[in-house]
């Protein structure tokens, strides 16, 4: 064993350990070279035994998960995660390397899921529920019942207030060398000192594990002798060598619930190792943990050579004396606290004085980048997988789409065909529940043969594929399957509409007959206005994404004619006799059918002409409410197809005194208000405006409280320098407003006459704008106005 190694311990070999925990990780190594067992066994589900060798593939590449889910139900399921600094991980990698059996011992993932599926609230089956980090909570209940940290017990013992400090001043800064088996020995005293007053500390489903944990090593005993290596949770050290007979354990395992379960390899992600990403068995800095596992020597000056490249990156100026500065003051900070290393606190500390200038903000982006990492796993091809996932990593090959954990984005150019492709994947990716990519807003363009998606894999992903994998084992096969269930089962015509445009985006030609027939009778029964004008825009969309990528919507097209002209039919009279939330709504209704309409063109002749023809019908009608009346009408002045003298007609009449208050600035409202650029058209008709003044100067007093919240939602979102020029034009009163054609007859707010010397002003940029000469070369200069030669020049 070595002089270092010292006395080994009677009996099998129980080397306690913190999940995650990288001086727990070196010093299993340690003592697997000291001891030289014949056999080990991991604290793991068992069904994970025939996945050992597949540990010492090149291509395994930790944080990678062991994954077990229900058979019968996918989405139950439970995760087992592994870093590089993990103690399983070592001990299974020190076992692959020496060709020693290794064997997982805690209780199968078949009871584990079972539990979980009879509504177990412990952490989710793959959360150790023994990790000696994982913070429990108190429960308020009877104090048998409470739930224990073990470290929080022992770091206060230890008189530290913070448990994380304790363990790395005890364990993560232990130096190498020594006795290889004293670590453990001395964890070992400790928890069972924990355990003899605080029992199984509330954790009772830990005594049904530790039994079934203890009849495996009596197994492997009985095969190799005391030669065997245990690494389990150091909680679970006093319990596996704590005397008890075979017939109490299996007592203790009898009636326990099963399900039919399977496991396999999935990559992991360190985001997810972290506590703050919600997985109950986290750390909080798993960067921080993997670099102090994977530094060969001086961890603090190789951790700060890192932040400042980071930060050098996001073009901060830091120096290599700023680095030597850092870490000289790590030192004197653990110094003064009496750590025997700087820990991460003492970095920190560090790194945001010296590096930073004392600000948290970049900070957050070394925690984001560097303490937690977007570091994420990789297993090999010949892991176990469902045959949905090995088509889509075929796919993510041929297409050269690699997931990454850290978000991206990624731009597509519809008219290629590898980005169509791509395209179509996450598409139906995205209909079958697996979130890869979000589609986001286009930066460069607004056409609709470009697409932008958010990409980000999580580890969890793989769950969705599985889950997925009911449908088909390809992705085209299973997202077809899987629209045309959606659309039997679709609640509203919206929610058919819906799936219709996302089978075009995914390019589902077997599954759209089956959607379209559902949509067309679902069309046919479905009378209501408000449901009709929501189904439209979806599928004027869907025609559009058909033409970008080539697709036949001869059907989609008749639908959506049939869903128009019923639209156009039932419009006037659903728009009678609303109160103002339903007028405020069906008024959105309007403008979705509208842009609908302006989209879908020529694609089916006639409809614009019906559709101006139904405006003027709601403009008119004195029993539609005033805010889809005023709507009506702009919308009809927008498309050219009413003069502005006939608005200002039209709003006069709606202003006059004879109108309720609350009726005049609904109309206000619907003409000028919801986004649709009306402060401009106030600014350019300044008739309008006059109107609009005129009219809110002669409300009475009485009723002007209640209409003053409508006017204020209509004009508060306007932009602050319209707001700013209709405020100075209704200071300047209507004669200053309209000048010279307030009294000659021009047209409102412009002169009868043009002023050339303002004319001339702007003459310059405009011969620039045109590539023309210099206005110093133009006719300006030779005594005549410039405006006549920028008339001539431009013919």
């Not at 091809?381 to 090959?397: C, G, M, N, T």
């Not at 789409?401 to 984005?409: D, G, H, S, T, V």
């Not at 498309?639 to 609350?662: C, F, N, V």
Request: glycine share 10%; aromatic share 4%.
């Amino acid at each position: 064993m070595g002089a270092a190694s010292g006395a080994r311990p009677a009996g099998p070999l129980l080397l306690g350990v913190r999940h995650h925990g990288p001086g727990s990780a070196r010093a299993v190594r340690a003592a697997l070279d000291a001891a030289r067992p014949r056999t080990v066994l991991i604290e793991g589900p068992p069904e994970a035994d025939a996945l050992v060798p597949l540990a010492g593939d090149e291509a395994m590449r930790p944080p990678v998960a062991l994954l077990a889910h229900a058979v019968d139900e996918p989405g139950r399921s439970a995760f087992w995660p592994l870093a590089e600094f993990s103690p399983e991980w070592v001990a299974l990698r020190w076992a692959v390397e020496h060709q020693v059996p290794a064997r997982f011992i805690d209780l199968p993932a078949t009871h584990t899921l079972a539990w979980s599926k009879d509504g177990d609230t412990e952490p989710e089956a793959g959360a150790r529920q023994e990790d000696t980090e994982d913070r429990r909570e108190d429960t308020g209940d009877a104090p048998a019942d409470v739930r224990v940290d073990p470290l929080a017990v022992l770091a206060e013992t230890a008189g530290y207030d913070d448990p994380e400090r304790w363990w790395e001043d005890v364990v993560e800064h232990r130096t190498a060398g020594g006795d290889a088996f004293a670590p453990f020995q001395g964890l070992e005293e400790a928890m069972a000192a924990l355990r003899e007053v605080y029992g199984s500390g509330g954790h009772d489903r830990d005594l049904v594990r530790e039994a079934y944990m203890r009849l495996q090593v009596r197994a492997a005993q009985r095969e190799f002798g005391d030669d065997v290596a245990v690494v389990c949770g150091a909680w679970h050290v006093p319990a596996l060598r704590r005397k008890s007979t075979v017939t109490a354990d299996k007592a203790l395992l009898k009636g326990l619930p099963k399900v039919k379960a399977e496991m396999t390899w999935v990559p992991w992600t360190h985001r997810r190792l972290a506590r703050a990403s919600g997985y109950g068995a986290g750390i909080d800095s798993p960067g921080w943990y993997g670099h102090l596992f994977g530094a060969p020597d001086r961890p603090v000056e190789r951790w700060m050579t890192k932040v400042a490249g980071l930060l050098r990156d996001e073009d901060r100026i830091v120096s290599s004396a700023h680095v030597i500065e850092a870490v000289r003051l790590a030192e004197t900070l653990a110094a003064m606290r009496g750590r025997p290393l700087p820990g991460l606190s003492e970095t920190t500390d560090a790194i945001r004085a010296v590096m930073c200038d004392g600000s948290d903000v970049p900070l957050e982006l070394i925690r984001d980048r560097l303490v937690v990492g977007d570091v994420l796993g990789e297993v090999p091809e010949a892991a176990p997988a469902v045959p949905l996932q090995r088509d889509l990593d075929r796919l993510q090959r041929r297409l050269r789409l690699k997931p990454e954990a850290l978000e991206r984005e990624l731009e597509l150019d519809l008219r290629r065909e590898n980005d169509a492709e791509r395209s179509r994947l996450l598409h139906r990716l995205r209909l079958l529940g697996v979130a890869w990519g979000e589609p986001v807003a286009s930066r460069g363009s607004t056409g609709t043969f470009r697409e932008t998606w958010r990409l980000r894999w999580e580890p969890e992903l793989a769950v969705r594929v599985a889950e997925a994998g009911v449908w088909g084992t390809t992705v085209l096969a299973a997202a077809t399957a899987k629209a045309e269930a959606d659309a039997v089962a679709a609640q509203g015509l919206a929610d058919v509409t819906a799936l219709a445009e996302r089978c075009l985006l995914a390019e589902l030609p077997d599954a759209l007959p089956v959607v379209m027939g559902v949509l067309a009778d679902r069309a046919a029964l479905d009378a209501d206005v408000g449901h009709l004008a929501q189904a439209l825009p979806a599928l004027v969309r869907s025609l559009r994404y058909g033409d970008v990528r080539g697709t036949d919507t001869g059907a989609l097209a008749e639908v959506a004619a049939g869903l128009a002209e019923r639209v156009f039919v039932g419009l006037p009279p659903a728009c009678a006799g609303l109160d103002a939330d339903a007028a405020d709504e069906m008024r959105r209704h309007v403008d979705a059918v509208h842009g609908a309409l302006g989209l879908l063109g020529d694609a089916v002749t006639g409809m614009r002409p019906r559709w101006h023809g139904v405006l003027r019908v709601l403009s008119g009608r004195d029993t539609v409410p005033g805010v889809i009346r005023g709507r009506a009408v702009r919308l009809l002045l927008d498309d050219g197809e009413l003069r502005q003298e006939d608005a200002a007609r039209l709003m006069g009449l709606a202003l006059s005194p004879g109108t309720p208050p609350a009726d005049a600035a609904a109309w206000i409202e619907g003409f000028v208000g919801g986004g649709s650029g009306g402060g401009m058209l106030l600014v350019h008709d300044e008739r309008l405006l006059g109107l609009v003044d005129t009219w809110l100067t002669g409300v009475p007093a009485e009723a002007f409280t209640d209409v003053l919240p409508l006017l204020r939602r209509t004009f508060s979102a306007y932009e602050p320098g319209v707001r700013r020029t209709l405020g100075e034009l209704v200071r300047r009163g209507p004669g200053e407003r309209q000048g010279v054609g307030a009294t000659g007859g021009g047209i409102p707010g412009f002169a009868d006459e043009l002023d050339i010397e303002r004319a001339d002003a702007v003459v310059p940029v405009v011969r620039l704008l045109l590539g023309l000469d210099g206005p110093e070369d133009g006719a300006a200069g030779r005594g005549r106005p410039a405006t006549d030669d920028l008339m001539g020049a431009t013919g």
